[in-house]
């Protein structure tokens, strides 16, 4: 599906500026550049572009409100300065999959006030020795880089320092592991108790 009739599809009667979010991953893009979005989208907080075949952002429109955009498995390589211009209320940034080679190519997100997290993975960029260093260098506004801060800390979902929920989990199923066997002991006592009952019975009789 090309990436207006999407757009059309997700207005379902609303007009651009109703909208909060718009999803149109999977879309085919135009030429390698997005088409439908323009900045009658005024209200939009969430952009998600995942797998649309983009070569470059040279045409996003201005969008004041936007604070999560993401670009994940594209053909992007560099000329994100339009992002610093037109995004200038950006916090979170995923350009997973694309083809940033060099620290330099991502110098304009300098720009970006409170650009709080940035992902890279599957980015040759990230293959870089000092790579998670020179970002943070680069970009100290940013918390977290590939879900992770400065601390190597992961990012919850709300972005906080951790929540601990996982830990929970875990002990939840190991003490509902120790309970099942716990069952199959007092299983296995059952049937032996009648064995022991069929044989006395088979012996007097």
């Known amino acids: 599906m090309d990436m207006k009739k999407r757009i059309h599809l997700e207005l379902r009667n609303r007009t651009p500026s109703d909208v909060q979010e718009l999803v149109?991953?999977?879309?085919?893009?135009?030429?390698?550049?997005?088409?439908?979005?323009?900045?009658?989208?005024?209200?939009?907080?969430?952009?998600?572009?995942?797998?649309?075949?983009?070569?470059?952002?040279?045409?996003?429109?201005?969008?004041?409100?936007?604070?999560?955009?993401?670009?994940?498995?594209n053909r992007i390589s560099g000329g994100l300065e339009v992002l610093a211009e037109r995004l200038v209320n950006l916090t979170h940034l995923n350009l997973?999959?694309?083809?940033?080679?060099?620290?330099?190519t991502l110098e304009p997100l300098k720009k970006l006030p409170i650009l709080k997290s940035l992902d890279l993975f599957n980015c040759e960029v990230t293959n870089l020795?000092?790579?998670?260093?020179?970002?943070?260098?680069?970009?100290p506004q940013l918390t977290y880089l590939d879900?992770?801060?400065?601390?190597?800390?992961?990012?919850?979902?709300?972005?906080?320092?951790g929540d601990g929920i996982d830990d929970d989990d875990d002990?939840?199923?190991?003490?509902s592991e120790d309970f099942d066997e716990e069952e199959d002991d007092d299983d296995e006592e059952v049937i032996a108790e009648e064995d022991d009952d069929s044989a006395e019975s088979e012996e007097g009789s």
């Open 24 to 73: 149109l991953d999977n879309c085919r893009s135009n030429e390698g550049k997005m088409e439908g979005v323009t900045e009658e989208f005024d209200n939009l907080e969430l952009l998600s572009l995942i797998n649309v075949g983009l070569i470059n952002v040279s045409n996003i429109p201005k969008l004041g409100k936007l604070k999560k955009l993401e670009l994940s498995d």
């Open 171 to 175: 002990d939840e199923e190991g003490e």
């Open 129 to 139: 020795g000092d790579y998670r260093e020179s970002i943070f260098k680069l970009l």
């Open 96 to 104: 997973s999959g694309n083809k940033f080679k060099d620290i330099s």
């Open 147 to 161: 879900g992770y801060d400065i601390e190597d800390c992961e990012a919850s979902d709300s972005d906080g320092e």
